[in-house]
């Protein structure tokens, strides 16, 4: 009697409350992109940082009600097990056959791969690639397995694993399913799965991807993106290696042809409803984004704010979260762009404004820097010297919008790769470093 209680109110519990948001991320579809981008709109401490089921360990879902974001290899049904709370999925697919190829070049130059030894001293081909019994699986319907993996009705799709000791690791939490399902049944779901996702995106369409996820989460214009470890142009493919990708990948091409087909529709309808906030024919997708974010984000206007990094970013042109030690606190780049820019939505009254910078490319570049609300430029002073220091300004109710919004804008007039700048191996363009800003209503 308790075994069925037990079942039951777990049951009962399973889709209370307010959706959390699960990124299913797919190997090799620029997922961990995606996800450093993600993760601005989302409070750190509100993001589930496990990414892997052997960093998992105890899965307890009474433990992680607290999370807003879960991102990973889970498979399409797999974080179900990880929170009682209903889940809005978001995703990214790939052509199958660049999906192939990126694989098989990964393997290349990653040795700590488990195929790594086999493929690179045996001088593996891609074709011997995909024929081969221990490589064949990794590029075979990868989309689709990964997408139909839960524990219940799938648990045969096997693709989220990374290893045999993972697969043990969860055999404890693995039901065996009724009858087996076909590589066609394992399609439906995964077609089923993409008409269900609050958000999916194509690769190959990566730019409007974003602007459709900006519009249906109601974010702000993500703006140009840096493409990091871009491998040189491919060669063509031989005609039995498009054979062989062809059979062996039937059903991801037949999940990304249909992906394909919702996504322009779904793009088509966006633009649509884009329309009814432009009154200039000059306006871009992204200032009609912009407009939408503004009328349609949940506000709170604040007469004072103390803003670090670990809270929700909207904003544009920043990289990922990093944090400082021994502080043990979080700061964030400005980049790859000259001009980022950040929300605070605030009252319509007098601010003096201190923001402290722990970094910059150089010198000049922060002395040269230009700080503004909603492009109306603010005359900073400080007392400090040197890259560290705090910058105090004053910013009058006129810079307010009448809607609240405040956006704080830092052009740096200049940036540099990381490594450039400090003899390091990031490639990210950056231009300096902020760990906080503060509006204090006067």
């Known amino acids: 009697m308790k075994a069925w209680f037990s079942k039951w109110l777990s049951g009962f519990k399973k889709n209370q409350g307010s959706p959390a948001t699960y990124f299913v991320h797919v190997p090799k579809t620029a997922g961990t992109s995606l ?12 993001i589930f940082s496990k990414q892997l089921w052997r960093e998992v360990k105890a899965i307890e879902p009474e433990n992680n009600q607290q999370y807003e974001l879960y991102r990973g290899h889970f498979g399409g049904g797999g974080v179900d097990i990880l929170t009682d709370r209903p889940i809005e999925f978001l ?141 040189d142009k491919k060669s063509a493919l031989t005609g039995e290696e498009k054979y062989h990708l062809e059979q062996v990948n039937q059903y991801d091409m037949a999940l990304y042809a249909f992906a394909q087909e919702r996504f322009q529709h779904k793009f088509k309808a966006m633009l649509h409803q884009l329309e009814n906030y432009r009154t200039d024919q000059e306006q871009s997708i992204d200032d009609l984004l912009d407009l939408h974010y503004q009328v349609n984000h949940k506000k709170v206007l604040k007469s004072f704010v103390k803003y670090d990094f670990v809270e929700v970013l909207l904003g544009s042109q920043w990289h990922r979260r990093e944090m400082m030690q021994p502080e043990q606190e979080y700061f964030r780049w400005t980049g790859p762009g000259q001009v980022a820019s950040i929300d605070f939505w605030l009252k319509k009254q007098t601010y003096q404004i201190q923001i402290r910078i722990i970094n910059a490319i150089s010198i000049d570049v922060l002395n040269q820097l230009e700080v503004s609300i909603n492009g109306q430029a603010l005359k900073w002073q400080t007392q400090d010297k040197g890259v560290v220091r705090v910058l105090e300004m004053s910013c009058s109710a006129e810079n307010i919008k009448a809607n609240g919004l405040a956006r704080l804008s830092f052009n740096t007039q200049k940036v540099l790769s990381h490594a450039r700048a400090f003899e390091s191996d990031d490639q990210r363009l950056v231009g300096l470093a902020v760990h906080w800003i503060q509006f204090k209503h006067v």
């Open 35 to 46: 996800i450093v981008l993600l993760d601005r709109f989302f409070n750190n401490n509100q």
């Open 91 to 231: 995703t990214i697919l790939r052509d199958p056959i660049e999906l192939a190829r990126s694989t098989y070049q990964y393997v290349l130059r990653e040795k700590n791969t488990k195929v790594h030894e086999l493929v690179s001293a045996g001088r593996m081909t891609f074709l011997e690639f995909l024929k081969h019994e221990q490589t064949k699986p990794l590029i075979e319907n990868r989309m689709v397995r990964n997408i139909s993996f839960d524990f219940k009705k799938d648990p045969a799709a096997q693709e989220v694993f990374l290893s045999t000791e993972t697969i043990e690791y969860l055999q404890s939490i693995m039901q065996q399913a009724t009858s087996s399902l076909t590589d066609a049944d394992r399609l439906q779901r995964a077609k089923n799965f993409v008409e269900k996702c609050r958000w999916f995106g194509l690769l190959e369409r990566f730019d409007e991807s974003l602007q459709l996820l900006c519009f249906e989460m109601s974010w702000p214009p993500i703006g140009p993106s840096q493409k990091l470890n871009v491998v």
